[in-house]
């Protein structure tokens, strides 16, 4: 038996993609910009912007790869004995925020690191949009006992682990505009 109820961090960054597509200028920098909002015991940042590159109507693919400078970096710090469910929900197309109805296919993707140093080489990509993991990979494998409650006389380590996001867009013959998401990064204590 658990000593902690489940705790359910959301951390909520919204997506907007500027494409700005007219006679005077041809290209726009698409940056994924992450806004983060955390109440609880996790304590989480946003250390780096998604950075998909330029693109103009018709440019096809803009991709952003595990590892690739242009990735978005989370930082998540909390209780090293506890394991954490990590959900990302991105939606499948961008939208024009006007009168068009032209969309953006869209993917994102996450994996995360979590031996105490901000390194993709050692990272682990989620699954579904999800995974479970101890905030410190433990050496010996899940703990034995449960954690020890937090008092006076004990407090538990904290530990921080990184989350990379990355994935890509399809940018067709669409309309000038800007073209937005929500993208849910959810973190729960398990």
Same mark, same amino acid.
């Given at each position: 038996?658990? /000593?902690?109820?489940?705790?359910?961090?959301? +951390? =909520?960054?919204?997506?907007? &993609?500027?494409?700005?597509?007219?006679?005077?200028?041809?290209?726009?920098?698409?940056?994924?910009?992450?806004?983060?909002?955390?109440?609880?015991?996790?304590?989480?940042?946003?250390?780096?912007?998604?950075?998909?590159?330029?693109? +103009?109507?018709?440019?096809?693919?803009?991709?952003?790869?595990?590892?690739?400078?242009?990735?978005?970096?989370?930082?998540?710090?909390?209780?090293?004995?506890?394991? &954490? +469910?990590?959900?990302?929900?991105?939606?499948?197309?961008?939208?024009?925020?006007?009168?068009?109805?032209?969309?953006i296919p869209f993917t994102l993707e996450f994996a995360y690191a979590n031996r105490g140093v901000n390194d993709v080489n050692q990272a682990v990509a989620g699954t579904g949009g999800t995974a479970r993991f101890q905030m =410190?990979? =433990?050496?010996?494998?899940?703990?034995?006992?449960?954690?020890?409650?937090?008092?006076?006389?004990?407090?538990?380590?904290?530990?921080?682990? /990184?989350?990379?996001? /990355?994935?890509?867009?399809?940018?067709?013959?669409?309309?000038?505009?800007?073209?937005?998401?929500? &993208?849910?990064?959810?973190?729960?204590?398990?």
């Amino acid at each position: 038996m658990k /000593y902690l109820d489940l705790m359910r961090i959301p +951390i =909520r960054f919204i997506l907007s &993609v500027f494409l700005i597509i007219g006679l005077t200028q041809k290209i726009q920098a698409q940056v994924i910009q992450f806004s983060v909002h955390v109440a609880s015991s996790l304590n989480a940042s946003k250390d780096q912007d998604m950075d998909l590159g330029t693109a +103009i109507s018709g440019s096809g693919l803009s991709q952003v790869n595990l590892g690739d400078p242009g990735m978005g970096i989370f930082s998540i710090t909390g209780n090293e004995e506890l394991d &954490v +469910i990590v959900t990302l929900t991105a939606p499948a197309n961008l939208t024009h925020t006007g009168a068009s109805a032209d969309v953006i296919p869209f993917t994102l993707e996450f994996a995360y690191a979590n031996r105490g140093v901000n390194d993709v080489n050692q990272a682990v990509a989620g699954t579904g949009g999800t995974a479970r993991f101890q905030m =410190r990979q =433990r050496d010996s494998g899940p703990a034995g006992a449960p954690p020890t409650p937090p008092s006076a006389h004990y407090t538990a380590a904290n530990e921080t682990a /990184y989350i990379y996001i /990355y994935g890509s867009m399809t940018v067709g013959n669409i309309d000038p505009g800007t073209y937005s998401g929500d &993208v849910d990064l959810t973190i729960t204590y398990d």
